[in-house]
């Protein structure tokens, strides 16, 4: 297998709204795109699939010193042979790739986030910086650009937060931040034990209410901020965009289940909306 096919295949296994929108792209900037996204799933998939957390973080350290030998011209793994000859054309540093892998050790070292500057600052290393790489990669060509791509970053990770909000109670973690669940009445610990009665039900909608009409308006803040001779080339954010929104829309009409189940788009669906940006150029 060769290193493409490594992370063509890595992508397309996550089953992420992520890959609809790569299929769009020219065949070089879907290479790097992929690429990056398999480094991303990899170095992820460290914290979410290994049970010891010294394990975990002997696997990261491992990934920050393939890192730094792959910009010296010696990856060793399939994902940074396929990401490195793509790294000097769309602007790709190796800060980029250590900031993910930064945001992934935060995952080991904290489960509890006490405020949201706090969580945004998690949300900078492991959603905002890949959008910075992304916009690179699709071909931005205004500084202001950066700016819309860490919103949306932003924007996209609070989605998957909400989304996931009953699996990472599994695992023990609540990414919701803690002032905000005590603004709702919202306890810990009844979100680790999933808690069923109506008397809860109504004060989780409550937040989660709030923590959607807080992503949908990053969303709304991120397009604003995308100088317009940019629209085109950063297509396959927008179609990311729009996969992301209407799934926040579909949680909302599930009356916020997430505690019981995991919403999620169908890929004809997902497929459909990505089109839709490509054809028609809106959300």
Known sequence: MTPQDYVQQKAAASGS????????????RRAAITAFYAFCREVDDVVDETSDPGVART???WWQDEVVKSFAGKPSHPVMQALMPCAQSYGIEQRHLQAVIDGCQMDLQQTRYLDYPGLQSYCHLVAGIVGEVAAKIFGQTQAQTTDYAHR????????????????????GRVYLPLSELQKFGVKAHELLQRERSADFQARFAALMQFQTQRALGLYDEALALLPAADRRAQKPGLMMASIYRSLLHEIERDGFQVLQHRVSLTPLRKMWLAWKVQALGRL
Do not use: C, H, W
Request: charge should be neutral; glycine fraction near 6%.
């Open 59 to 61: 696997k990261l350290a």
């Open 17 to 28: 709204s992520f890959y609809y929108a790569f299929l769009f792209l020219p065949a070089p």
């Open 152 to 171: 949306l970053g932003l924007a996209f990770q609070l989605t998957n937060i909400i989304r996931d909000v009953g699996e990472d109670a599994m695992r």
